[in-house]
């Protein structure tokens, strides 16, 4: 009698200890809490799909190393049009890595691929300089957030001073006839149409109507005809290669472009427009998919890390977004990175979802004729 | 009958006017003449020129394809060998060509065996509905396969649905590489194997199958080639698997990555160049040609 009570006590204890214990793994593992998880607490697998830039082994080694039991697997796109696409066609994934002035990043947003962030797991989430929050997707009208911004840029003028004696000072001087044939622009409609709009000098030139938008074909057409652009680029290598070599003396394109340019001995600069400086701004999203919250949460406070951010800024030049970063960076790349700090009346490189549809077309036009 | 002229006595010794045919005719044998050379020339030039200068400068040391040389240098192999992504794309893609070519081969020759063989209701339907796959867009298959794949079968993408989806646009080209082969092969060979009794699958594996094994080797490196230079549909459906030209074009977004992609594409050139003499080799050696000009009118016979 007393040994069947003691079992049965025993039985019960057990199950209560199991039910404590089963609570307090949920709670470590949980996905609403506000604490970030320690390393050892997370494990599973964390599906990125990114730029190319996610997959290099050092920068997310420094993950790799802090999370061992997180198995990481890459999926490495060129533009964010590609990434949408395979999410449309029902590619899943945890983490996604895109920029906010990429339009499909928006879309994706719109059709429900994107879940809100819960900024309290965000360690460095204070940390960041003030122009990332007012961004698309890092914060939304709802109050929402769907990135967490790491890096962005600008998009100004790239020239060979020994060419193009004076200073570009505006977007029309990538239109001027006097460079024609060794002008160069991307190969990307939501930037083209944008600098061709302010090049016009709309002030608005991310919501343009159609009488505008036509203006600006007119402008591309002309400059076709005339052979302005000796081609329409759509990554790095091209335009280091075509201004290396002199077949192109002025383009639009980033710092970076310069400063490599200027490593290969060429007397390039980087200027920016007075009509408007355009920014450009990358991070991390969830996706509404998401398998394994914990890791993305860790893999999102890892690339937010100045560790990682530090390897952004040096290796590829981008600005970064947690203010952090400038106490770990070289000296020399302090002062540049400081820049963001007061940044305030940029306009993003970027056109509203709605109407893209109509940019994309008469890019596909401009092409064609 | 009366003799001809030049053969009249005294008329041989006479002194002749130097014959020149006129102009067009000359300037034709001139064409004729060195004008299949000068096309030969440019022909291989449009192909080749390209490769050779990505092969050059992959030993530049610079990031940059354009002149001046800034020195000999393989530290683009070094850093591209060493690169864990490479060697994980490098891999992959070899693992799905492997897999892919023969498989294409087999189906796409069971595919050419009965359209040119058999008459029956509908031949031409089925052998056009085969084929269509190669007319169709790579982007679009692809797309369409990630569809299927995910929506439908609800499987996660990798190299295995890779596999599935390349199979489908290269069985195609195999078959019509096959067709052709198995159309030129003499049918009453097979006729007189029929007659001495051979069952159907007896001729076609003592018969037919020795005959058309160069055909089925260049068909089976060219479904290799294809698979593994395969963009679109590896893009779309190998999910979290890294593919060698997703990792190529991925990786030109950044200006410093080009002389690594280019140290890659030489290296997987050179392969593909091999991979070709192979198919030479193999498609020569047992055609009893002799001069290098039978030689390649065997192959070029054995491959189109």
Request: hydrophobic share 45%; proline share 5%.
């Amino acid at each position: 009698m007393w040994s069947q009570t003691l079992r049965r006590a025993v039985a019960l204890l057990a199950v209560v200890a199991a039910a404590v214990v089963g609570a307090a793994a949920c709670g470590e593992s949980g996905t609403g809490g506000g604490a970030t998880q320690s390393p050892g607490t997370v494990t599973g697998e964390v599906r990125i799909l990114g730029y190319e830039d996610v997959t290099n082994p050092k920068y997310i080694g420094g993950f790799k190393e802090q999370y061992p039991d997180v198995k990481v697997r890459i999926s490495a796109y060129e533009d964010g049009d590609q990434g949408l696409a395979k999410l449309r066609a029902g590619f899943q994934c945890d983490v996604i890595n895109w920029c906010v002035d990429e339009p499909a990043s928006r879309l994706a947003l719109k059709l429900g691929y994107l879940q809100p962030i819960d900024v309290s797991r965000i360690r460095d989430w204070d940390r960041i300089f003030p122009v990332f929050y007012k961004l698309p997707l890092v914060t939304e009208a709802d109050g929402n957030h769907y990135l967490v911004p790491t890096e962005a840029g600008i998009t100004g003028i790239v020239y060979n001073t020994r060419y193009v004696k004076e200073k570009p000072d505006s977007w029309a001087d990538l239109f001027d006839p006097r460079y024609r044939g060794k002008a160069l622009m991307m190969d990307f409609p939501a930037t083209a149409i944008q600098v061709g709009a302010l090049a016009l000098g709309f002030k608005d030139s991310l919501n343009l109507d159609a009488q505008q938008l036509e203006a600006v074909k007119r402008l591309y057409l002309d400059a076709k005809a005339r052979g302005q652009f000796r081609t329409f680029y759509s990554n790095d290598s091209e335009i280091i290669d075509l201004m290396h070599s002199g077949e192109v003396v002025i383009g639009i394109g980033y710092p970076d472009n310069a400063e490599r340019l200027r490593e290969l001995g060429d007397p390039v600069e980087f200027a920016t427009a007075k009509e408007g400086v355009l920014l450009w701004a990358g991070g991390y999203s969830i996706s509404a998919s998401c398998r394994n919250l914990d890791a993305a949460y860790a893999l999102l406070n890892y690339y937010l890390s100045p560790e990682a951010e530090k390897f952004e800024a040096e290796h590829w030049g981008y600005y970064v977004a947690n203010r952090d970063t400038l106490d770990v960076v070289r000296a020399a790349e302090r002062e540049r990175l400081a820049e963001a700090e007061k940044w305030q009346n940029l306009a993003l490189a970027g056109p509203p979802v709605e109407g893209y549809d109509a940019w994309i077309r008469l890019w596909q036009e401009v092409k064609r004729q | 009958m009366r003799p001809p002229l030049e053969d009249l006595p005294g008329v041989a010794a006479l002194p002749r006017e130097r014959t020149r045919r006129p102009l067009p005719g000359r300037l034709s044998r001139a064409v004729t003449r060195h004008g299949g050379v000068v096309f030969a020339f440019v022909f291989v030039a449009l192909l080749y020129v390209p490769l050779l200068v990505l092969a050059l400068f992959s030993f530049n040391d610079s990031i940059v394809c354009s002149f001046p040389w800034r020195g000999f240098t393989l530290k683009w192999y070094a850093e591209a060998l060493g690169d864990e992504n490479v060697v994980t794309a490098i891999r992959n893609s070899l693992v799905v060509a492997a897999v892919v070519a023969p498989l294409s081969v087999v189906l796409g020759t069971l595919a050419a065996y009965p359209v040119t063989r058999f008459d029956f209701r509908f031949r031409g339907l089925a052998s056009g509905l085969i084929a269509a796959p190669i007319a169709v867009p790579w982007e679009i298959t692809g797309v369409a396969a990630l569809i299927y794949f995910v929506r439908i079968l609800h499987w996660t993408p990798s190299w295995g649905t890779v596999i599935l989806a390349q199979t489908v646009v290269t069985v195609p080209l195999v078959m019509l590489i096959m067709a052709a082969a198995l159309a030129r092969f003499r049918k009453e060979l097979e006729e007189a194997a029929r007659d001495l009794g051979a069952s159907r699958l007896q001729v076609f594996r003592h018969v037919i199958l020795p005959q058309v094994a160069p055909s089925l080797v260049a068909s089976g490196l060219l479904a290799f080639s294809w698979s593994f230079n395969n963009f679109e549909i590896s893009f779309f459906n190998g999910g979290f698997d890294l593919l060698m030209p997703v990792w190529a074009y991925s990786t030109l977004r950044h200006a410093v990555n080009l002389p690594i992609v280019n140290a890659v594409g030489t290296l997987v050139s050179a392969a593909e160049v091999l991979l070709i003499a192979c198919a030479y080799v193999i498609a020569t050696s047992r055609s009893g040609a002799r001069t290098a000009k039978e030689k390649m009118e065997v192959f070029m016979g054995e491959v189109g």
